[in-house]
């Protein structure tokens, strides 16, 4: 195809790109490096139907929204948001590695910085959910390959049902079913036969529900892509590897999955990216006091009383630098197997 | 909840001018379109606000649990998306912060006669708001559970700690106590009323210092954690509805639990046998030795737009005083506790009466507050949770609301 024709073909596309992901990421990265201005504040009397009069504080709304005018987007702070205690807290992870204290306790109290227990929920979930998905779903599409025609159209459809349920939706079922009353919650207690046992309780539990509900909403795209890519393997390759004697297990081994490779990069990197903004299963299974993520403390930072959109920006940009920092070894690898195709 | 997902289930209310019920408001022209919150007393304001809607006027009313996320982007604009603007205690802070909402002395003076003098949020010499609800938490509790444990109904919070040891000893109750806890509003709500109990201050005085690193914090959050003792192993997933159906299916004896719930609780809908009938509804517990219940006091009023023409802006004061008319607060005189003249306290009114009347304080409303709010609901998770000791909770809400604080310019 010319250069020219290609252009045309995916301008709007670019265009739209361009007006839908680049400039919100702009204009994020803008937002992030501005603090509010300092309030005026003076002390006016307050009265209200509860506790009579008092004297304090206020916002001088004319001094104030003289300074916006002026400034409209803020005090530029640089990268000052980024290295404050809501996020990378550069002074206090300083202080708590120079301080005399043994390592379990340092790795304490620096997983009790916002950011930081945020982050290790975040990987953990992306390294355990994202392979056991894969496996999880690769196992799912060679039995249904094995499946006589008749049933594989219902079984597909119900394989998919967890990708098709709302994720939010999805983790409140599943919360609701691992409640003590549910039928999960309850067949637990039944089994450790212990009435108090509760998976929203512990923290290692819920970690448990969390990564069990991740596997769960993320194997039917692994299970897709899986089996699209079984219809392509090559019927003579393994037919000639029956002939030599080779069993199921060692034809999946030496023909399926060196075939299936390239996809499971590819499944590998949408699932890892997908995985990093992990934040319904934490609203769904109310999990906020043991496991946050980078995507929830946006959500914190933009849904309380006082919305803060320089620090909800910060840990946007900083989520998006994870989401590179993960994918670069993928990346680079598939660069590379570019190259040497090209050449 | 994903915000657009409560938008998309709450109840969008819209009335263009449907005439239904004409009432006579004394409005010629004009366009009144009302944000609140969702929920029965809300609703009930809005509707009868919209028997005001005739040829000429249009009154329209979005109730909606997001309404504190959509209230200063509508009202910034101009002319701005809603009229009328329904606030509490906390919610109109951020209006007032960003002077988005206008003062109504003068429009009391010409269509506000019937209003009583302590329905006036008042700033500065000026009302900004006209409040016609009260709300807050206070006790509920099973008087048979408590009779058959022996114990007297409890005045304060050590009371209510030796009652759940003998309920619990009694082996009337394995979890015999109750309250919304779940890391976020609730938690930092919880705090606050507790807190408030101890009649300290949250910051230093003429300062956005946060100042609750002292004995009464530390009391506060002895006090709550000793409470989780009691409670249903899954205490962190309650919040204020969600407690109110597990005291319903009859598992909790004691619990402080919101007034406005007071109503649904006490009629025997949906809820076990001999719940309703012997609940009973007091002031909330006090703190620490001290004597004034411990829980904020809260307010539900109007506020009108700044960003719209004077003809609206009258329009819009005329409906809302007809929303909150004392023949409105009769038709509904059981969903709320009216602030409104006539209003007499019925069943589910007395425990937010008792409040009052013993003297608990309001919900803060400095400009600074929010973010304490914002601060407490996320680092005092790890404290309820048992993972953390009060010391270093303290230190962590510290910690986050000066960040926060000094980002929004409160701080230096």
Redesign the interface.
């Given at each position: 195809m010319p250069n020219k024709t290609f252009f045309a073909f995916i301008l709007p596309s670019l265009i739209a790109m361009v007006l839908f992901i680049a400039l919100p990421i702009v204009s994020v990265v803008v937002q992030s490096l501005y603090?509010?201005?300092?309030?005026v504040?003076?002390?006016?009397?307050?009265?209200?139907?509860?506790?009579g009069?008092t004297k304090?504080?206020?916002?001088d709304?004319?001094a104030?929204?003289q300074l916006q005018r002026e400034q409209p987007l803020g005090?530029f702070?640089g990268l000052g948001?980024y290295f404050?205690?809501?996020h990378l807290a550069t002074n206090?992870l300083g202080a708590i590695l120079s301080s005399e204290r043994g390592f379990g306790e340092k790795v304490a109290l620096i997983f009790?910085l916002?950011f930081y227990k945020a982050l290790i929920f975040t990987l953990v979930y992306c390294f355990v959910v994202t392979p056991l998905a894969m496996v999880l779903g690769f196992a799912i599409a060679l039995a249904v390959n094995a499946l006589p025609k008749v049933t594989k159209g219902p079984i597909i459809f119900f394989s998919l049902l967890p990708m098709i349920i709302t994720p939010?939706v999805g983790s409140l079922i599943l919360y609701w079913m691992l409640?003590?009353n549910g039928i999960l919650g309850a067949t637990i207690q039944h089994i450790f036969n212990d009435p108090?046992l509760?998976l929203?309780?512990s923290?290692p539990l819920t970690w448990i529900a969390l990564l069990v509900y991740g596997v769960w909403t993320n194997a039917p795209f692994s299970f897709v892509v899986f089996y699209a890519g079984l219809q392509t393997v090559p019927g003579d390759t393994l037919e000639s590897a029956m002939i030599d004697g080779a069993s199921r297990w060692e034809r999946i081994r030496y023909v399926i999955i060196p075939h299936l490779a390239p996809l499971a990069t590819f499944v590998a990197l949408v699932q890892l990216m997908d995985n990093f903004r992990v934040f319904?299963p934490i609203?769904g299974f109310?999990a906020?006091?043991?496991a946050?993520s980078l995507s929830w403390l946006i959500y914190?930072?933009?849904?309380?009383?006082?919305?803060?959109f320089?620090?909800a920006g910060a840990t946007s940009v900083l989520t998006i630098i994870g989401v590179v920092i993960l994918l670069l070894p993928v990346l680079i690898r598939t660069w590379r197997e570019f190259k040497h195709k090209a050449v | 909840m994903k915000p657009i997902l409560m938008l998309a289930v709450s109840t969008v209310a819209l009335a263009m001018g449907a005439g239904a019920a004409y009432a006579d408001c004394g409005i010629e022209a004009g366009s009144v379109r009302i944000l609140s919150n969702d929920f029965a007393a809300l609703r009930a304001i809005n509707a009868a606000a919209q028997e005001c809607a005739s040829g000429t006027v249009t009154v329209t009313a979005n109730a909606t649990a997001e309404h504190k996320n959509l209230q200063v982007p509508a009202l910034s604009i101009n002319p701005a998306e809603y009229s009328v603007a329904v606030v509490a205690n906390n919610s109109i802070v951020p209006l007032l912060n960003d002077d988005l909402i206008r003062p109504l002395d003068d429009l009391i003076a010409q269509y506000g006669q019937a209003l009583l003098p302590s329905q006036l949020v008042k700033i500065d010499g000026k009302t900004m708001a006209i409040a016609f609800m009260g709300n807050g938490q206070h006790l509920f509790y099973r008087k048979d559970i408590l009779e058959k444990a022996g114990v007297e109904p409890p005045k304060s919070y050590d009371d209510i700690l030796a009652a759940a040891q003998k309920i619990k000893d009694a082996g009337l109750m394995e979890h015999p106590l109750g309250a919304s806890v779940k890391p976020g509003w609730d938690l930092a709500a919880e705090f606050v009323n507790h807190y408030l109990g101890t009649g300290a201050e949250f910051f230093a005085p003429g300062s956005a210092e946060l100042a609750i690193d002292n004995d009464q914090g530390r009391k506060a959050l002895e006090v709550m954690r000793a409470m989780t003792a009691y409670m249903d192993p899954d205490y962190l997933t309650f919040d204020a509805n969600e407690l109110a159906k597990e005291y319903e299916a009859g598992n909790i004896a004691l619990m402080v639990e919101w007034g406005s719930l007071g109503g649904s609780i006490l009629d025997a809908d949906g809820a076990a046998e001999g719940v309703a009938e012997n609940t009973v509804l007091t002031a909330a517990p006090t703190i620490a030795g001290g004597t004034i219940p411990a829980a904020a006091l809260w307010w539900d009023g109007f506020t009108i737009a700044k960003n719209i023409s004077d003809q609206d802006a009258a329009a819009s004061f005329q409906a809302m005083i007809h929303g909150i008319s004392p023949q409105m607060m009769k038709a509904n005189e059981q969903t709320a506790t009216w602030l409104i003249e006539g209003y007499q306290p019925g069943p589910a009114a007395v425990g937010v009466v008792a409040n009052a009347n013993g003297g608990a304080r309001p919900y803060p409303m400095q400009p600074y507050m929010g973010l304490l709010h914002t601060a407490l609901s996320a680092e005092l998770a790890e404290f309820i949770a048992g993972s953390e000791d009060a010391e270093q909770a303290l230190a962590d809400v510290k910690a986050a609301y000066d960040t926060a604080a000094r980002d929004a310019g409160f701080l230096k």
């Open positions: 603090v509010a201005h300092e309030r504040m003076v002390e006016v009397e307050n009265c209200q139907p509860f506790g009069c304090e504080l206020r916002v709304t004319a104030t929204t005090r702070n948001t404050n205690r809501a206090e009790n916002p939010l409640s003590p108090t509760s929203r309780a923290p319904e609203v109310s906020d006091a043991n946050t914190n930072d933009l849904s309380g009383d006082a919305q803060q320089g620090s | -």
